[in-house]
C-alpha cells in the first residue's frame, strides 16, 4: 500500500512549531507540528535494553480539539507500514470529535525510509514512549489520560508499549499510557513476560479472513493476558481481511509477493534473539513458514462496528 500524504508535510516549512488551521469537522482548535528526538534501533538492541540507537528527529502532529477549560485528553496514533494514509487521518477526526486530542508521530519521513518494511517493526515502539512523554509535559494535555491505538505494523508499538518490562526499560519516569487499541495486531512474537503488562486496559481487532497478519496468535496472546487477569478483549470480524478500515480501498488489493509470517511462532531467546518455534533457530526470511500473498480490503461492517467500540472505549477510559 502507497503512503499517504500527511498533513504534517503540509506545515513541515522551517520546522514550524505550531501550524493554526481550521478544522471544523473535526472540532480541532489548532494544530501543532510537533518535532522531536527519537533514536532507531533493531529488535535485538531493543529487547537487550540497548538505548543506543541511532538519533533522529522526527515530528508529529498534534490536533487539539475545542474544550470548554482545563486539560483535555490525548490518544497517540501510530501509523501502519502503509504511512499516514485516508483512514490514519479519518481516526484522528473520529477522536477530536470526542473533544479528545489526537497525536500522530511520522515515523518513516524524518528517517527517510521510503521502503517501510526496511524499519524494525519494533523501532516505532521508541517513538510511541517520546511521544508520551511530549504529550504529559504539553500545557493542555491531561498526562494521566494519554491513550495510545495503533494500526497494522503501528499497533506493533500500541500492543507491546503496554509490557511492564519494556515500559519500564523505554517508557518515560512515571508515565504510562492509559490505553491501548490495536488493529489487525502482528502477534506472532512471544517476548518473556509478555503476559506481564501495566494493567491498563487493552482492545484488539482483528478479521478472521486477514492473511497478513493471522488472528490465531493474538487469540493465544490473548488468553496468556486474561490468565494473568488482564483487561484486554480480542474483537473478531468474520470476512474481513487485513486493513478492514481502509475506505479507499473499494476493491480488494492482492499483493502476491508480499511476505508474511501468518503461519511462523516466534520466541525471544538468549540475548534478544528471535527462534523460530518450529525449529529452535534463529529466524530467518527464507523459514519454510514464511509465505507470500498478503489481502488488503475494507469491509464497511468491520469498520463501522470498530469505530462504534472504539469511541466508547476512550470516551469511558479517558473519561
Request: charged letters at 20%; glycine letters at 8%; proline letters at 5%.
Amino acid at each position: 500500500m502507497g503512503r499517504g500524504i500527511s498533513k504534517i508535510s503540509k506545515c513541515a516549512v522551517a520546522m514550524a512549531l505550531v501550524c493554526m488551521v481550521a478544522m471544523g469537522t473535526a472540532r480541532a482548535q489548532s494544530v501543532e507540528l510537533i518535532p522531536f528526538e527519537t533514536v532507531t534501533v533493531a529488535t535485538q538492541q531493543f529487547l537487550t535494553g540497548g538505548k543506543d540507537g541511532k538519533p533522529v528527529t522526527i515530528a508529529g502532529e498534534l490536533r487539539i480539539p475545542k474544550s470548554g477549560s482545563g486539560k483535555v485528553a490525548a490518544v497517540v496514533l501510530m501509523e501502519g507500514a502503509g504511512g499516514i494514509t485516508a483512514s490514519l487521518e479519518k481516526w484522528a477526526e473520529t477522536i477530536n470529535r470526542l473533544a479528545i486530542a489526537s497525536f500522530v508521530p511520522d515515523s518513516y519521513t524524518g528517517r527517510s525510509v521510503t521502503d517501510t518494511s526496511k524499519l524494525d517493526i519494533l523501532a516505532p515502539m521508541m517513538d510511541a514512549y517520546r511521544a508520551l512523554g511530549i504529550l504529559a509535559a504539553h500545557p493542555h494535555i491531561d498526562p494521566r489520560r494519554i491513550a495510545v491505538m495503533g494500526i497494522s505494523k503501528g499497533s506493533m508499538a500500541a500492543l507491546y508499549s503496554s509490557n511492564a518490562r519494556f515500559r519500564d526499560m523505554y517508557g518515560p519516569p512515571g508515565i504510562e499510557f492509559a490505553a491501548h487499541v490495536a488493529l489487525f495486531a502482528p502477534c506472532v512474537r512471544t517476548y518473556r513476560d509478555d503476559g506481564k503488562v501495566t494493567g491498563k486496559p487493552i482492545r484488539m481487532f482483528h478479521g478472521i479472513a486477514d492473511d497478513v497478519f493471522s488472528i490465531e496468535p493474538c487469540r493465544e496472546y490473548v488468553t496468556r493476558l486474561k490468565a494473568n487477569g488482564v483487561d484486554v478483549q480480542l474483537t473478531e470480524f468474520p470476512d474481513a481481511y487485513h486493513s478492514f478500515d481502509a475506505f479507499v480501498l473499494t476493491t480488494p488489493l492482492i499483493s502476491a509477493q508480499a511476505m508474511s509470517t501468518r503461519n511462523c511462532r516466534l520466541d525471544e531467546g538468549d540475548n534478544g534473539q528471535l527462534l523460530n518455534r518450529a525449529t529452535g533457530k534463529p529466524f530467518a526470511p527464507a523459514d519454510a513458514c514464511v509465505e507470500r500473498g498478503n489481502t488488503y480490503a475494507y469491509n464497511e461492517a468491520a469498520a463501522t462496528a470498530t469505530t462504534a467500540t472504539v469511541k466508547a472505549f476512550l470516551a469511558d477510559v479517558l473519561k
